[in-house]
């Protein structure tokens, strides 16, 4: 698979163009940042744990019947996958109270929730990622029909369902995570992005010690160490 020139440049991931229309090679990169891009870093050897993250949690889901863009890993921080259009939502899902949640709505960090959250935020990062509702959604233009909405909601509960018993399983709990996903060529949903400690809150089951990027967020010890710790637990 040839590497052609780049198509688009994120904060975490590179897209290049392939020598096939329909496939794009995703490299993922070692920067870091926070607080939308306001705070930057990097931690050499991140990208190559990501993408070996994303791709046992991708395969997993896959074999849950949950269809993602993943093709297949080229190198230890690359992926072939298949080209979507990603749906300008960024789907957040929340079993325990932390982040944004606790700031917006006086929540006690830490509190398990009575039920599985799911959330949507509009992926501008012009706009700082709002918190959007349906009705916001649909004013936007972000999905066809409200029920692409629900659509993303089973999904994102589904993802849930199969990715907190798996890591609860590791001696890791899945606090909350974001999911993207995109509309391949024959209008198919997939999960696509990445699943990585960028993109969830993971914590140690025994010590409730943070293995995520907010130990670059907050300050709070190795990036390195907290994502070899996450990506040891799920092959083990
Ligand atoms: P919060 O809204 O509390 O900041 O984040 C909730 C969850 O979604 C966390 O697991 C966080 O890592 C993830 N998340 C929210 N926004 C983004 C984003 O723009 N990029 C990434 N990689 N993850 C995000």
Redo the contacts with the bound molecule.
């Keep these: 698979m040839t590497k052609k020139e780049m198509l688009y440049e994120g904060k975490?991931k590179k897209l290049f163009f392939t020598d096939d229309e329909n496939l794009l090679i995703s490299e993922f990169k070692d920067d870091l940042t926070a607080f939308n891009a306001l705070k930057k870093g990097s931690e050499e050897g991140k990208g190559a744990l990501n993408c070996k993250i994303s791709k046992v949690l991708f395969d997993l889901l896959e074999k849950n019947g949950i269809a993602t863009h993943l093709v297949q890993v080229l190198s230890d921080n690359e992926m072939l996958v298949k080209k979507v259009s990603i749906i300008p939502i960024?789907v957040?899902v929340?079993n325990i109270a932390?982040?944004?949640?606790v700031k917006r709505l006086g929540l006690t960090d830490g509190e398990k929730l009575p039920f599985t959250l799911v959330e949507f935020?509009y992926k501008d990062d012009s706009l700082g990622?709002p918190l959007i509702n349906d009705a916001h959604a649909m004013l936007l233009k972000t999905v066809k029909d409200v029920s692409e909405l629900d659509k993303l909601r089973e999904l994102g509960n589904k993802v849930n369902e199969v990715l907190v018993p798996f890591f609860d399983a590791k001696g890791l709990i899945l606090?909350?995570?974001?999911l993207e996903f995109g509309v391949d060529k024959d209008g198919n949903i997939l999960l696509a992005d990445e699943i990585s400690p960028?993109?969830?809150?993971l914590w140690d089951k025994n010590t409730l010690e943070k293995l995520?990027?907010d130990r670059f967020r907050q300050d709070i010890g190795s990036v390195r160490a907290g994502y070899e710790r996450v990506l040891n637990a799920i092959l083990n």
Excluded: I, P
Aim: with cysteine.
């Design positions: 975490g960024e957040v929340r932390t982040g944004s949640l935020y990622d606090v909350d995570f974001k960028d993109s969830c809150r995520d990027k």
